[in-house]
């Protein structure tokens, strides 16, 4: 239970920087068009996923190296960037989606179909452009 409310901290505080940055956009048009978000909805096993997160991973920690303690080796104009990456499973969608593609409900969601809010969790003004 703690470790659960610790992590709602922490991605409250990730949320609040997120919305804020890019709420006052203060940075310069070179940063505009480099910084972005991005949200999508697939389908993957949980093997997929960790494959997935794991390729992400790799990719950041390349990017993660003595600049962020050794100021000297930074170039210039580079600053903090933060990522912040989620990736879970949507079980709430999964009739509705398997509905809409004409498959078969999986067994492992007891609701209905018509039960399940068929949002996804964002409307267009939540999403950053």
């Known amino acids: 239970m703690a470790a659960g409310a610790l992590e709602q901290v922490w991605h409250d505080r990730w949320f609040a920087r997120a919305r804020d940055a890019f709420a006052t956009r203060g940075w310069s048009s070179e940063w505009e068009e480099a910084a972005g978000s991005m949200q999508t909805l697939t389908?993957?096993?949980?093997?997929e996923l960790?494959?997935?997160?794991?390729e992400i991973s790799a990719?950041?920690?390349?990017?993660?190296?003595?600049?962020r303690v050794?100021?000297?080796?930074?170039?210039a104009g580079a600053l903090p960037v933060e990522?912040?990456?989620f990736a879970y499973p949507?079980?709430?969608l999964a009739a509705s989606l398997s509905a809409e593609a004409g498959d078969e409900a999986d067994p492992a969601d007891e609701r209905d179909a018509e039960d399940v809010d068929e949002d996804d969790g964002?409307?267009?003004?939540?999403?950053p452009e």
Do not use: Y
């Open 43 to 47: 389908f993957l096993t949980a093997d």
């Open 50 to 54: 960790r494959a997935v997160r794991d």
């Open 59 to 67: 990719v950041i920690t390349r990017h993660v190296d003595e600049r």
């Open 70 to 75: 050794d100021a000297s080796k930074r170039p």
């Open 83 to 85: 990522f912040v990456n």
């Open 90 to 92: 949507r079980p709430d």
């Open 122 to 127: 964002l409307d267009e003004a939540d999403i």
